[in-house]
């Protein structure tokens, strides 16, 4: 029966693990790929990109680094830590992150600046 158990949560585990790679390459790990190209004029596009991509990947390093300290102190409730800023982050996009389709680069920043204007000062 141990090894029954043993194997099941092996298995969930790497489910769980391809369930993630899935969902990261389908949300937060194409983001950067793909609003760079909206919001960024040509001439700006190539350091744009860079900046955005390395910041994605500093996050996740840092996520990385920091996971074992997480999981140390919130052992049960680890992943609850994670949803929590994937929660933040969806609300941010929601209400921050202007709509792109059939828009120019100068009509998105326009709407990202009066969007500014508006917008408490606490939160930037």
Request: glycine fraction near 8%; charge should be positive.
């Amino acid at each position: 029966k141990q090894w029954y158990q043993r194997r099941v949560r092996g298995n969930v585990a790497m489910v769980s693990v391809f369930l993630f790679i899935a969902g990261f390459a389908g949300g937060a790990g194409s983001i950067p790929w793909l609003m760079v190209g909206e919001l960024f004029v040509v001439e700006a596009r190539g350091k744009a990109s860079s900046i955005c991509v390395g910041v994605n990947w500093i996050c996740c390093l840092v996520s990385l680094f920091t996971y074992d300290s997480i999981q140390s102190g919130l052992h049960p409730y680890t992943f609850f830590f994670y949803m929590g800023i994937v929660l933040i982050s969806f609300v941010f996009v929601v209400l921050f992150m202007p709509e792109t389709r059939l828009k120019s680069p100068e009509e998105i920043r326009n709407e990202i600046i009066r969007q500014a204007d508006k917008t408490f000062p606490f939160v930037f």
